[in-house]
């Protein structure tokens, strides 16, 4: 098992990337490389056509080639970059930094168009023929999505305009909403009696804090505090709804969901399925979740109970410890995970420390050029905050995995990408509930693991729910911060089925994934992560240690297969039926049910 050095430091190293964080002069260096590639590879395709026979083919491998470093190097300067305003959300020449880059993402998009544009023009039979040479034939099915995209857009010379304004303009706006957060501070009473300002970070880790006082001290803060700001947010929210549709409207798209089911490989008719089972179970959440109101001495559970922990295991965990826990849990379903988990530590991938000024969140970023990644969360040593340790690893895992693959192979859907962390927390959690001491600790353990499936099928589900259905609106024309909140609140109400009694009207304003333009709905592939995962796990369960390198094969194919092909292939299952999704659902109904005999007067 890989052994970890201690002390386990809480601070990344990013100066082995780049030294000199953002005023590096090696990474001005390589951005400026980057770009000259960039510019050399838009001259020589200007006059570019498509290949007419199945020998002109072959002059598109060094072009293929180079579109495959580019996007690696982009992904090394942008997770870096993106570490830097994380970390330091006052770090002005990061946030230039992340500027320029949405720029020369804009541009290497507008190469991908121009490549797709080829790739469309290509009469089908030299198609067929190109994708079975040796060359090619590892990235055919990556090469056939870009082709089939190209021929649902519009034409490449509007893409790459199209890409140009959305720098200043759609990512222009998600930057802006980084600005917004980054001025935010909810003010808080220490014991001692003093009062400080916390960073969104830090107040958000103390808004699933035991005692309860502290909660109901904290949420009206919190949500006071994103009222300030929720004109700016709708604003923002605004602006960047409105670019989404008018380019999907020009592109002939009736379907808001059709970008982000492309994206995440995946059909109407596995997600409208998925959601079908989760609505059909729902009930049995609301009775834990009311059960839960009763062991705290409330009627009803307000937003800031809900991920509220119960019980003994609610003790600080230091971050030394959880480091030791994950990696003994993960040696035990597959060593190789956690011979890499100990190396994640020991070579200070991880950002835990809580300080101020720190973006609020966590997240796992890949460096793809040089095979690393970094993880960054605030550690504040609850069971929570070890999860989500675990969680991310589990990315990071997830990567690690794919790296001798090639560069357009490892572009996996974020859906795919959540199974794999969700599985590595569900790992750590089940240990920790075998090895509970006592009823009261396996219970508060329970709870911590039941948590994740009210997170996904209640919080989520809200989510997508309002995102729906503010599209739906934005439509007609904007929507005002108080149009919002009702939106906001009707779908959690919706979604919690009216089991709490105060709900978070400013959450659209408090949650980053709403403004991220990457990846519209930014939620269901998290639900979707979760119960893949869930199922995935119940196999591992019944096949043991053997299972190891069957999970490992399925996330290898995670970049290069949509995933009704990838459960077919690897699980022998159909994902627009609900067999699966119903046997995923049973180990957590299974949880609920344990956790309320256990909690039975």
């Known amino acids: 098992m890989g052994q970890l050095q201690t002390p386990v430091s809480t601070v990344w190293d990013l100066e082995s990337i780049f030294p000199g964080g953002s005023s590096s002069e090696q990474l001005k260096t390589y951005i400026a490389q980057?770009?000259?590639?960039?510019?050399?590879?838009?001259?020589?395709?200007?006059?570019?056509?498509?290949?007419?026979?199945?020998?002109?083919?072959?002059?598109?491998?060094?072009?293929?080639?180079?579109?495959?470093?580019?996007?690696?190097?982009?992904?090394?300067?942008?997770?870096?970059?993106?570490?830097?305003?994380?970390?330091?959300?006052?770090?002005?020449?990061?946030?230039?930094?992340?500027?320029?880059?949405?720029?020369?993402?804009?541009?290497?998009?507008?190469?991908?168009?121009?490549?797709?544009?080829?790739?469309?023009?290509?009469?089908?039979?030299?198609?067929?023929?190109?994708?079975?040479?040796?060359?090619?034939?590892?990235?055919?099915?990556?090469?056939?999505?870009?082709?089939?995209?190209?021929?649902?857009?519009?034409?490449?010379?509007?893409?790459?305009?199209?890409?140009?304004?959305?720098?200043?303009?759609?990512?222009?706006?998600?930057?802006?909403?980084?600005?917004?957060?980054?001025?935010?501070?909810?003010?808080?009473?220490?014991?001692?009696?003093?009062?400080?300002?916390?960073?969104?970070?830090?107040?958000?880790?103390?808004?699933?804090?035991?005692?309860?006082?502290?909660?109901?001290?904290?949420?009206?803060?919190?949500?006071?505090?994103?009222?300030?700001?929720?004109?700016?947010?709708?604003?923002?929210?605004?602006?960047?709804?409105?670019?989404?549709?008018?380019?999907?409207?020009?592109?002939?798209?009736?379907?808001?969901?059709?970008?982000?089911?492309?994206?995440?490989?995946?059909?109407?008719?596995?997600?409208?399925?998925?959601?079908?089972?989760?609505?059909?179970?729902?009930?049995?959440?609301?009775?834990?979740?009311?059960?839960?109101?009763?062991?705290?001495?409330?009627?009803?559970?307000?937003?800031?109970?809900?991920?509220?922990?119960?019980?003994?295991?609610?003790?600080?965990?230091?971050?030394?410890?959880?480091?030791?826990?994950?990696?003994?849990?993960?040696?035990?379903?597959?060593?190789?995970?956690?011979?890499?988990?100990?190396?994640?530590?020991?070579?200070?991938?991880?950002?835990?420390?809580?300080?101020?000024?720190?973006?609020?969140?966590?997240?796992?970023?890949?460096?793809?050029?040089s095979k690393q990644t970094r993880i960054f969360m605030t550690y504040g040593g609850t069971i929570s905050n070890l999860s989500t340790l675990a969680h991310e690893l589990g990315h990071a895992y997830h990567q690690h995995v794919m790296n001798d693959e090639e560069i357009f192979n490892q572009n996996y859907g974020m859906n795919v990408a959540e199974t794999a962390s969700t599985f590595a927390e569900m790992i750590v959690s089940d240990a920790l509930m075998q090895n509970a001491s006592s009823k009261e600790e396996k219970i508060a353990l329970l709870a911590d693991k039941i948590q994740r499936g009210v997170a996904f099928f209640m919080n989520i589900h809200a989510r997508f729910l309002f995102e729906t259905r503010f599209y739906e609106q934005r439509k007609s024309g904007m929507l005002d911060a108080e149009q919002l909140c009702n939106l906001m609140k009707e779908a959690q109400e919706e979604a919690f089925c009216g089991a709490l009694d105060v709900y978070h009207p400013h959450f659209w304003a408090s949650k980053l994934h709403f403004y991220i333009t990457g990846y519209p709905f930014y939620n269901f592939p998290y639900t979707f992560g979760y119960m893949f995962s869930t199922g995935i796990y119940a196999l591992a369960v019944k096949e043991g240690q053997g299972f190891a390198d069957k999970y490992d094969a399925l996330l290898q194919d995670t970049g290069k297969m949509t995933v009704e092909e990838l459960a077919s292939k690897h699980l022998n299952v159909d994902l627009t039926q609900p067999d699966f999704w119903e046997g995923a659902m049973a180990l957590v109904v299974d949880d609920v049910k344990q956790f309320l005999e256990l909690t039975a007067e």
């Not at 200043?168 to 998600?174: A, K, L, V």
């Not at 600005?179 to 103390?206: C, H, M, R, Y």
């Not at 929210?237 to 670019?243: E, P, V, Y």
């Not at 834990?288 to 009627?299: C, D, I, M, S, T």
Request: one cysteine or more; charged letters at 30%.
């Open 34 to 369: 980057l770009e000259q590639d960039i510019t050399a590879l838009d001259n020589q395709l200007a006059d570019a056509s498509a290949p007419a026979t199945v020998e002109e083919t072959a002059a598109y491998d060094e072009v293929i080639g180079s579109l495959q470093s580019m996007a690696a190097r982009l992904s090394e300067s942008g997770a870096f970059v993106e570490c830097l305003t994380a970390q330091n959300q006052h770090d002005k020449k990061a946030i230039q930094l992340e500027s320029k880059l949405h720029g020369m993402n804009a541009k290497y998009e507008n190469l991908t168009t121009r490549f797709q544009s080829i790739l469309r023009l290509t009469d089908d039979q030299v198609w067929e023929k190109w994708l079975e040479r040796e060359a090619v034939a590892s990235i055919a099915f990556v090469l056939n999505e870009k082709r089939q995209e190209a021929k649902e857009r519009l034409a490449p010379e509007l893409e790459s305009l199209a890409a140009d304004l959305a720098v200043d303009g759609y990512h222009g706006w998600s930057q802006h909403y980084d600005t917004i957060v980054a001025k935010v501070t909810i003010p808080f009473t220490e014991k001692d009696g003093q009062t400080k300002e916390l960073s969104v970070g830090q107040a958000a880790n103390k808004l699933d804090d035991p005692d309860r006082a502290l909660r109901e001290e904290l949420f009206p803060k919190w949500e006071r505090a994103w009222g300030e700001v929720a004109d700016y947010a709708a604003d923002t929210l605004n602006r960047l709804a409105g670019f989404r549709l008018k380019l999907y409207e020009k592109r002939g798209w009736e379907d808001v969901l059709k970008e982000p089911l492309a994206i995440n490989r995946m059909s109407r008719a596995t997600l409208d399925m998925m959601w079908e089972v989760i609505i059909k179970h729902k009930p049995l959440f609301v009775q834990y979740l009311e059960r839960k109101a009763k062991l705290l001495g409330v009627e009803k559970l307000n937003w800031a109970d809900v991920d509220a922990p119960i019980g003994e295991a609610t003790g600080k965990v230091t971050y030394e410890d959880a480091a030791k826990e994950i990696v003994e849990q993960f040696h035990k379903f597959n060593p190789k995970m956690a011979d890499f988990a100990a190396y994640a530590f020991n070579k200070r991938w991880i950002e835990a420390e809580d300080r101020p000024g720190k973006r609020p969140g966590g997240f796992c970023t890949s460096l793809q050029d």
